[in-house]
């Protein structure tokens, strides 16, 4: 997404890039009247992950704007925790259970309770519906009603494009990849697409591991990956707390200086490593504060039998930051915030 600049108001040109103009606002058009009362649980896919909770903060402070009760528990980062916060939910009374960034695949148990219990269950940040392509469950099995996503090949797309112009078309790049998440392999599947025609890069096989080696092996497999191949200058990162655990592994092995990071999800910690010029230089974010928003309008649209916008995604902004682009120390990147009194006023 392209930042637009507004003029000497704004302090400093990072500022300027934070913010998509007003007219860039690509979600719904057609009113739908929020309820009066409504009792929500979100649950997060592990509260120890920014990019997990920034949602789940969004729509609790939507909520208390529109009088509902919203309740939020933590996923845990494992499938017992998720499936026992989603019976959780349906033995508390919710209306309707919101996941974040949770494979509907490893929560059956929850999503069939919740079929019974006659309570839609929505998600987002999984990238398995539109405008990402659409992931139908196995015979028999269930899913949600929507999921909001950022269009994550095309920021895969806008990745590669940010590394072939940084490396002047010379980028040796490891990409690191983790097949747990649909929402991985679709903005793998864009960066790889964006680099093939950078005639003079080098992609390297892909280099997987899981999330529960982030914090055991991958840095080790990081380093032996880096010294079995001296000519790389570039690794991709599939998602932040990965690409932390990597930075500090190549920091210990005094092999910082031979690479360039870029990752995903916009985690201030990840930014502060741009800042300070501590291996990552990169980070493909998006307005997980307008997921939240999103998730609710498709929400409404869904209760009240109307049909959801199109994509599913709701046109959720998203950019590449770097040094020059910066969101301020301890915020998150956002898009221009008018979007939140285009959503309320939606919902009158």
Request: charged residues 20%; contains cysteine.
């Given at each position: 997404m392209k930042g637009t600049i507004l003029g000497a108001a704004l302090m400093a040109c990072a500022s300027c890039a934070t913010l998509a103009a007003a007219d860039d606002f690509k979600g719904p058009t057609e009113p739908t009247k929020a309820p009066a009362q409504l009792n929500v649980t979100v649950i997060t896919c592990f509260s120890v992950l920014h990019g997990c909770v920034a949602p789940a903060d969004a729509i609790s402070e939507i909520g208390k704007n529109l009088g509902?009760?919203?309740?939020?528990?933590?996923?845990?980062?494992?499938?017992?925790?998720?499936?026992?916060?989603?019976?959780?939910?349906?033995?508390?009374?919710?209306?309707?259970?919101?996941?974040?960034?949770?494979?509907?695949?490893?929560?059956?148990?929850?999503?069939?309770?919740?079929?019974?219990?006659?309570?839609?269950?929505?998600?987002?940040?999984?990238?398995?519906d539109t405008p990402n392509p659409v992931a139908k469950p196995a015979e028999g099995?269930?899913?949600?009603?929507?999921?909001?996503?950022?269009?994550?090949?095309?920021?895969?797309?806008?990745?590669?494009?940010?590394?072939?112009?940084?490396?002047?078309?010379?980028?040796?790049?490891?990409?690191?990849?983790?097949?747990?998440?649909?929402?991985?392999?679709?903005?793998?599947?864009?960066?790889?697409?964006?680099?093939?025609?950078?005639?003079?890069?080098?992609?390297?096989?892909?280099?997987?591991?899981?999330?529960?080696?982030?914090g055991t092996t991958l840095g080790q497999q990081t380093v032996g990956f880096v010294r079995s191949n001296p000519d790389t200058n570039y690794l991709f990162s599939p998602f932040d707390p990965a690409a932390a655990a990597q930075v500090t592994a190549l920091q210990l092995a005094n092999l910082g200086s031979q690479v360039k990071l870029v990752s995903v999800l916009g985690n201030q910690q990840n930014l502060d490593f741009i800042r300070a010029g501590r291996i990552q230089v990169a980070d493909a974010a998006y307005d997980n504060r307008y997921m939240g928003f999103a998730i609710v309008d498709q929400t409404i649209r869904l209760l009240n039998k109307q049909p959801l916008a199109e994509p599913h995604g709701e046109g959720l902004p998203f950019t590449v930051l770097h040094k020059d682009n910066m969101p301020a120390p301890g915020k998150d990147w956002t898009a221009d915030p008018s979007y939140e009194d285009r959503f309320y006023a939606l919902w009158k």
């Open positions: 509902w009760k919203v309740t939020v528990l933590d996923g845990g980062g494992n499938a017992r925790q998720q499936n026992a916060a989603m019976l959780d939910a349906v033995s508390s009374g919710a209306d309707v259970i919101a996941n974040i960034a949770i494979d509907p695949n490893l929560v059956q148990l929850g999503l069939a309770a919740a079929e019974k219990a006659n309570i839609p269950v929505v998600s987002g940040s999984n990238g398995i099995a269930l899913t949600y009603a929507f999921d909001v996503a950022p269009d994550y090949a095309a920021l895969g797309r806008e990745t590669a494009e940010w590394i072939v112009k940084d490396s002047d078309g010379k980028a040796n790049i490891g990409v690191f990849s983790d097949k747990e998440f649909p929402s991985v392999m679709a903005l793998q599947a864009g960066l790889l697409d964006g680099l093939k025609d950078c005639k003079n890069c080098k992609i390297s096989d892909l280099q997987y591991f899981t999330g529960s080696q982030v």
